[in-house]
């Protein structure tokens, strides 16, 4: 991420269990070397590498360029 890089609030709703496990995994990872010390560094570092798994094997290894419109709310794409 560039260090210029703003950051911006988003709003998702996720399973309960999967919050309830994350918050676990921070509080008994956050002191040691390579864990997380908050749930945004977590949701940062899961999301960086499932863009970069995506990128692999659906945009020839190139990261996806930032997208420039508004993003479509709603219903799931497909």
């Known amino acids: ?8 609030a988003r709003t998702f709703l996720m399973p309960r269990t999967l919050v309830k496990t994350a918050e676990t995994a ?7 070397p390579g864990g997380y010390k908050s749930m945004a560094a977590l949701v940062n ?3 960086a ?3 970069e798994r995506l990128a692999g094997e659906f945009n020839d290894g190139e990261p996806f360029p ?13």
């Open 1 to 8: 991420m560039p260090v210029d890089d703003a950051k911006i």
């Open 26 to 32: 921070v509080l008994r990872t956050g002191g040691l």
């Open 45 to 47: 570092g899961a999301l």
């Open 49 to 51: 590498r499932e863009l």
């Open 66 to 78: 930032p997208n420039g419109a508004e993003f479509r709310v709603g219903r799931p794409l497909g």
